[in-house]
């Protein structure tokens, strides 16, 4: 079997990349929430204990777990890339002035392989140089506590690169606060030594964003890609394209989503439950506007045909067999809501009819079963505050 191979969303999986929440969620504070893409700040402590217990069923399950940290660790043996991996992420901090560039050099450099990445996580606060000095004009105008951004939403690894088949997309993200999330693919999939000869159907230099969340690799031949508040019309052309050029695939169906944080991304609204059943927020049961890309008949070109089509009939059409779609909350309108905000729409299949959950969604938890779906309840009082659910905050890397 490959390094990378997904051809499913439900078939069993056997290897998953996780990031354990860090200090990078100590970090947050009320005045900076919305610049970290948070509305509300999860509790440590109890964000590990839950995070923990996600990687205890999976293993538990037969799931291989590995962590994003050890993977950049494997792939910064190299001393010479180490440095290389300091240098750009300074750059791509934005540090303007050299004796700020030149403080936080010297402060990682002298770390550990892995101390150093999981400070490149947490952010950098000015607070932890005793010898601190405003450098800048921006320094003095505005009271920001922060030498480099913490990343908070990392531990939603679904996100900055995407298994589909045998090849990967390294993401470009939306907002600039997710930016740097992808420089540790970049070095994961450049150095590591059973990565690094992975074929990318997307490179995070491009000039338009797509995120993991908005992609759904229904078998060898489909896939699906939300157009959402997060993944560009552009981008996900080009991403088309490539993945043509590169695989078997034969459509990739683009789902056309409200440009809102409660639908920010494709998964927050619907997945795969079963080989023919799909959970889907209530809102979505309707015709959408769609679209099927198709190699075109000239050479890097595109065809593409515009639908006004069901999930249900547009799926059923595609994958050549009757879907089933569950409704997220039932069809009670608040109930469906709230439960989609608190991801009951984001469920992770580890095999056919089988799916982690958030135990909070109590009511969409309840539906599934009757349709005959065996459910993994999870505690998330805190993970859930990050907006994401399990799928978010798992990336598969093998399925059988």
Request: charged content about 25%; glycine content about 4%; aromatic content about 8%.
């Given at each position: ?120 996580m947490a952010g950098i606060v000015k607070a932890d140089f005793q010898t601190y000095r405003k450098h800048s004009l921006k320094d003095h105008i505005r009271d920001y506590p922060f030498m480099t951004d913490p990343m908070p939403n990392l531990y939603f690894t679904r996100d900055p690169f995407s298994t589909v088949f045998n090849t990967v997309s390294l ?230």
């Open positions: 079997m490959k390094n990378l191979s997904v051809f499913s969303e439900v078939a069993p999986l056997k290897k998953v990349c996780l990031h354990r929440p860090g200090l990078e969620l100590e970090n947050l504070t009320p005045k900076w929430l919305n610049d970290l893409l948070f509305d509300d700040i999860p509790w440590l402590k109890k964000a590990q204990i839950e995070h923990d217990y996600l990687a205890s069923v999976l293993k538990e399950n037969g799931v291989e777990v590995v962590y994003l940290v050890d993977l950049v660790e494997e792939s910064l043996q190299n001393q010479s890339v180490k440095k290389q991996f300091i240098d750009q992420f300074i750059k791509e901090s934005n540090l303007i002035h050299h004796r700020s560039k030149e403080k936080i050099y010297t402060h990682l450099n002298q770390m550990t392989t892995r101390d150093m990445i999981l400070t490149t993401n470009k993200m939306y907002k600039q606060a997710r930016a740097r999330e992808t420089i540790y693919g970049e070095y994961i999939f450049k150095y590591h030594p059973e990565y690094k000869q992975t074929v990318k159907v997307y490179d995070r230099h491009e000039d338009y964003s797509i995120e993991g969340g908005d992609i759904m690799v229904l078998n060898s031949k489909v896939l699906a890609v939300g157009i959402s508040e997060r993944s560009e019309p552009d981008g996900i052309e080009k991403f088309a394209q490539n993945v043509f050029d590169n695989t078997d695939a034969e459509v990739v169906l683009a789902i056309d989503l409200p440009k809102k944080r409660s639908f920010m991304h494709l998964d927050t609204v619907l997945t795969q439950v079963d080989v023919d059943k799909f959970l889907i927020h209530h809102d979505f049961t309707g015709n959408l506007n769609v679209y099927e890309i198709y190699r075109g008949s000239r050479a890097h070109s595109l065809r593409i045909i515009p639908k006004k089509y069901s999930i249900k009939r547009l799926f059923s059409y595609h994958l050549k067999t009757k879907i089933t779609v569950i409704p997220c909350g039932g069809d009670d309108k608040i109930t469906s809501d709230r439960e989609q905000w608190n991801d009951g729409a984001n469920a992770l299949a580890i095999a056919p009819g089988v799916v982690i959950v958030y135990e909070r969604n109590q009511v969409t938890n309840q539906i599934l079963q009757e349709h005959g779906v065996k459910t993994i309840v999870i505690p998330a009082s805190e993970l859930s505050r990050g907006r994401g659910g399990p799928r978010c905050m798992s990336m598969p890397l093998i399925r059988k």
